[in-house]
């Protein structure tokens, strides 16, 4: 598949997808059975993601879509805004962030300390894919679907400069040469 001057070769499969969302759910539903946590798919590209996995919560919980503007092309740039969108109050709240894919962990731990400023009781992650960059500064996600090494992806909710989040299974840039 070609989108504008990249090249992109499936990855990981719709199916593959849903079989690790049921996993990640599970684990969910059980951790939080005697809370009532604030889910905040962080947009635009958690949305399918946290519309798949919230099907399969099972027990009280309410979400609350949030924005932060903080990445162009294909390298992060560092630059993030506030966490903007959340209507319910985070005070006092079991929130339970939901990511697209964590690469550097600089948005979510920016995001991590806004919340806690604002007096959340406890704040966790769920986010489907984490790069090796994550893991080796050691990133605090509690939930992860699939780890990855450092290819670009889009699909499944994610983009390439606004193109490609459409697909239902993910796709990897194909490097040349
Ligand atoms: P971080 O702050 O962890 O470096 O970047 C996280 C954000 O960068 C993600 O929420 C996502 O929007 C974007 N991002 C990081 N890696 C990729 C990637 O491989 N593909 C796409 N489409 N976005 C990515």
Redesign the pocket.
Known sequence: MKLKDLEFKKFISAEKIHAKIDDLATQINSDYKDKTPLFLP?LN?SFMFASDLLKEIKIPCRVSFVKVA??SGTA?TGQLKTLIGHEESLFNQDILII??????????QKIIEELRGLGAKSVEAVTLLR?KT?REKDIDVKYVGFDLEQE???GYG???DGLGRNHQDIYKQVIKG
């Not at 990511?99 to 979510?108: C, F, N, R, S």
Request: hydrophobic share 45%; charged share 20%.
């Open positions: 962080i590209g903080s990445y992060s990511e697209d894919i964590v690469d550097t962990g600089l948005t979510l790069k994550a670009f992806v889009l994610l983009d390439y």
